[in-house]
């Protein structure tokens, strides 16, 4: 092709090397024959045999207990978070929404909040749609703050 040609798609062709014949199995000796890539002679090499089947051997499958018990799919799984924590994040107290934890890196904004009762508490906060353990709320309403669950 000279140098001045435009390249036409029946000009192209590929790289050498990149296409190769398939190899045919079982066509003979000379060429993958005999056992055509299934190893030597067995029950698998010979028809197909289903996953998990041990040749009528109880199955490890069957061998194992069943589960027990179940799964509640309905269970809510609450963010905890404990007082200490909230008088770190929020020394001056006030009030403290789900929105200002999730601002704050606390906790994340996908799942209810429950605040639990480590730590002590000397400001007064006002916790809005979070809800708390005994010992937290005995302890926050103590330090004169109140909790409004959602």
């Known amino acids: 092709m ?8 029946h000009d192209l062709k ?8 398939r190899i045919r199995v079982g066509r003979g000796e000379g060429s993958k024959g005999k056992t055509a890539g299934r190893g030597a002679k067995g029950q698998t ?14 199955p490890l499958y069957m061998r194992l207990p069943k589960l027990r018990g179940f799964k509640n799919p309905f269970r809510v799984e609450f963010q905890v978070i404990n007082i200490a924590r909230l008088v770190e994040l929020f020394p001056e107290g ?12 606390a906790v994340r904004g996908n799942a209810p909040v429950k605040i ?16 708390a353990s005994a010992s937290a709320k ?11 669950e959602a």
């Open 138 to 148: 005995s302890k926050i309403e103590a330090a004169g703050g109140s909790i409004v």
């Open 45 to 58: 090499k010979r028809t197909h045999v289903r996953p998990g089947f041990e040749g009528g051997q109880l």
């Open 116 to 131: 639990l009762g480590d730590g002590d508490v000397n400001v007064a906060f006002t916790l809005k749609g979070v809800k």
């Open 14 to 21: 590929p790289a050498p090397g990149a296409n190769r014949d």
């Open 94 to 105: 006030g009030e403290v929404s789900v929105e200002n934890l999730v601002a704050k890196g």
């Open 2 to 9: 000279a140098d001045n040609e435009i390249l036409q798609m």
